[in-house]
């Protein structure tokens, strides 16, 4: 429990004091589509912050096993929202694929 909110914590302070020239920081935010994430899936991504916005951090490179491991994330994220999603819609009594 406490990492969760740590982690909060260090969010609202990069987002308000801002992140250091030439720093970034890793942010959990809605995906713009970068890193071949998903677009509209919340998810850990490079970012600045500056007068309370953030940027995402474009091209940094990702080695073959960051690759395979960010992949990895994007199936097991994409899974868990469907499910949210359909317990949601069919309220536990089965799912889409089932109708």
Known sequence: ???GATAICDHLKDWYFGTANGDWVSMGVI???SYGIPEGL???????????????VKGLE???FGKEKLQIAIDELVDEKDEAVDAVLYGGKGS???L
Request: net charge negative; glycine share 4%; hydrophobic share 35%.
């Open 1 to 3: 429990m406490l990492s």
């Open 31 to 33: 995906s713009d589509g």
């Open 42 to 56: 919340v998810f850990s991504v490079p970012a600045t912050c500056e007068n309370f916005e953030y940027n995402v």
């Open 62 to 64: 990702l080695s073959d």
């Open 96 to 98: 889409r694929n089932e």
